[in-house]
């Protein structure tokens, strides 16, 4: 199109730039108008659905408008429990004067004393709230209560060393046996005053299998007892099982 149409119709670029800054304006103002409402209507719904506190009232009052405080022996009268007193089922008939004509009265009759009284009321017995119980009377040996003897320590001196009087070969295991295993036990065994076998301790083993036949048979063991100057003493001692296949 040529300048001369562009000039005829009357419209173009500077009508637009005219126009234009005040629909700037326009667009600027409904938009802000717009986030006014709804910013607005947010802060409003939020403030109407705010619960108000409830007020606080305040009452001042006078020592003098106050009641006596409660008594503390009152309160502690009436916690404590009541305890009834049973009353003699019978009078005693001991210690009471009886009026006599003087012709009757003796003058060798004395008066019952303090023991002979209690001993006709009776000793009062003292009640503990948790029923009667019963004693059995048995006798007992003490001779044959056996205090039990505590493990020795790891190193006991002694003079004499236990000495084996009876031998028990462990089991050998069948699964071992089936599997082919062989292997050793390191066990300590405590040998009390009489020469017994108390308690038996894995030191070291080869297999676990072989554990369990290794500490039944070592319980079996006799020895004789280890010796010192006093006596017989429970020592610690040391032994190892082979488990070998034929």
Known sequence: MSQAAISASGYGAIELKQVAKKYAYW??????????????????????????????????????ELGPPPSIQGSAAAVAPSVSVASPTAR??????????????SPEQTFASQTEMSQVTGPVG?????????????????????????????????????????????????LARKAGLEGTVWVKMWVDKEGKV?????????????????????????FTP???????VSVWI???????LN
Not at 34 to 61: C, D, N, Q, S
Not at 92 to 97: A, E, N, Q, T
Not at 153 to 161: I, L, S, Y
């Open 27 to 64: 667009a600027l103002a409904i938009a802000t108008v717009i986030h006014l409402i709804f910013l607005g209507g947010y802060w409003a719904t939020v403030y109407l659905a705010k619960e108000e506190a409830p007020p606080m009232r305040t009452v001042r009052l006078k020592y003098t």
């Open 92 to 105: 005693p008939s001991v210690g009471i004067p009886v009026p006599v004509p003087d012709a009757e009265v």
């Open 126 to 174: 003292e009640g503990t709230g948790e029923g009667g119980t019963a004693v059995i009377e048995q006798d007992i040996n003490v001779e044959n209560i056996e205090e039990e003897e505590a493990p020795p320590p790891d190193f006991v001196p002694f003079e004499k060393e236990p000495v084996v009087v009876k031998k028990i070969e462990p089991a050998y295991p069948e």
């Open 198 to 222: 108390k308690d038996v301790v894995i030191l070291k083993s080869s297999s676990e299998i072989f554990n369990q036949p290794a500490i039944d048979a070592a319980k079996q063991w006799i």
């Open 226 to 232: 280890a010796l010192m100057k006093t006596g017989p």
């Open 238 to 244: 040391s032994m190892n099982f082979n488990f070998k």
